[in-house]
T-cell receptor, first 112, second 115 residues
Framework: GDSVTQMEGPVTLSEEAFLTINCTYT??????LFWYVQYPGEGLQLLLK?????DKGSNKGFEATYRKETTSFHLEKGSVQVSDSAVYFC???????????FGQGTRLTINP | DAMVIQNPRYQVTQFGKPVTLSCSQT?????MYWYQQKSSQAPKLLFH???????NEADTPDNFQSRRPNTSFCFLDIRSPGLGDAAMYLC??????????????FGPGTRLTVL
């Protein structure tokens, strides 16, 4: 079945550091890929998405590129801020399906 | 602003005492979902409604039921909560056009404590 594997956390960085959170997936066909962010005590917010191979999703300085050849959708940000501290979830949705399949989440802490 | 609203944000119930969580939306989306998220885990889909059609996930316990009286509201009923049902419950909505599902919008969640 479909699955998503994320880099294990927690990840702790200093402010202005470069961030990468790895995400790989297993799915048939061409799923849509998503990154969601969850701030403490809150629900999930869609951060960015990509719906086909080589698409790049971007938002708030975060980027991720849909790589079909490596089945990956790594999240990157060039310079993180304290306010980026949250849990980040990679997710996929197979073609024609309604169900989101989530990775286990990566907790990110940014220190000033 | 169009949004997904969940009430209450925090709910405490006793072991075995039925509890209902509510979700409402102003997005006019035709699909509504309920997820269970236990501490430090990924959200897990319990069921969803497409209009009035109910779709249960195969591994959702019978203890969990849902109602959708109209487009805007959806309820999660836990008939006899156990200690293992303590979790954050997330409601989400999306728009389905034919066989195409658009992105899901999540509410802030209700954190359920079972004593």
């Amino acid at each position: 079945g479909d699955s998503v594997t994320q880099m294990e956390g927690p990840v702790t960085l200093s402010e202005e550091a470069f961030l990468t959170i790895n995400c790989t997936y297993t799915a048939t066909g061409y799923p849509s890929l998503f990154w969601y962010v969850q701030y403490p005590g809150e629900g999930l917010q869609l951060l960015l998405k990509a719906t086909k191979a080589d698409d790049k999703g971007s938002n708030k300085g975060f980027e991720a590129t849909y790589r079909k050849e490596t089945t990956s959708f790594h999240l990157e940000k060039g310079s993180v801020q304290v306010s980026d501290s949250a849990v980040y979830f990679c997710a996929l949705r197979s073609q024609g399906a309604q169900k989101l399949v989530f990775g286990q989440g990566t907790r990110l802490t940014i220190n000033p | 602003d169009a949004m997904v609203i969940q009430n209450p944000r925090y709910q405490v119930t006793q072991f075995g005492k039925p509890v209902t969580l509510s979700c409402s939306q102003t997005l006019n989306h035709n699909v509504m979902y309920w997820y269970q998220q236990k501490s430090s885990q990924a959200p897990k889909l319990l069921f969803h409604y497409y209009d009035k059609d109910f779709n249960n996930e195969a591994d959702t316990p019978d203890n969990f039921q849902s109602r959708r009286p109209n487009t805007s509201f959806c309820f999660l009923d836990i008939r006899s909560p156990g200690l293992g049902d303590a979790a954050m419950y997330l409601c989400a909505t999306s728009r389905r056009d034919g066989n195409s599902y658009n992105e899901q919008f999540f509410g802030p969640g209700t954190r359920l404590t079972v004593l």
